[in-house]
Nanobody
Framework: QVQLVESGGDLVQAGGSLRLSCEAS????????MGWYRQAPGKQREMVAT???????NYADSVKGRFTISRDNSKNTVYLQMSSLKPEDTADYYC?????????WGRGTQVTVSS
């Protein structure tokens, strides 16, 4: 079964840290470009960070210097290390796998940052 399962979301105070994980199964993980996206209530889903199959990373301006995306192909897992969290980081965070325009989405994990 093709799926992405996110975990690690939690309630955290501003300034705190969290690490999100996304475990993939049912497809060839290493050849996929992976990404984290988020959607806050009443807002559109936006890209947070991506890591390509050849390890190139890209970040939204709003998270540069605070978030780090990484992947472990031996574990079919992509991570998002989040530090210096702000209330505006509150959202549902979704994992995405992409190749040749075909996307697979996870169901999301909730991150709430209290002020």
């Amino acid at each position: 079964q093709v799926q992405l399962v996110e975990s690690g979301g939690d309630l955290v105070q501003a300034g705190g840290s969290l690490r999100l994980s996304c475990e993939a199964s049912g497809f060839s993980f290493a050849i996929r470009n992976m990404g984290w996206y988020r959607q806050a209530p009443g807002k559109q889903r936006e890209m947070v960070a991506t890591i390509s199959s050849d390890w190139n990373t890209n970040y939204a301006d709003s998270v540069k210097g605070r978030f780090t995306i990484s992947r472990d192909n031996s574990k079919n897992t992509v991570y998002l290390q989040m530090s210096s969290l702000k209330p505006e980081d509150t959202a549902d965070y979704y994992c995405n796998a992409e190749r040749n325009g075909f996307r697979i989405w996870g169901r999301g994990t909730q991150v709430t940052v209290s002020s």
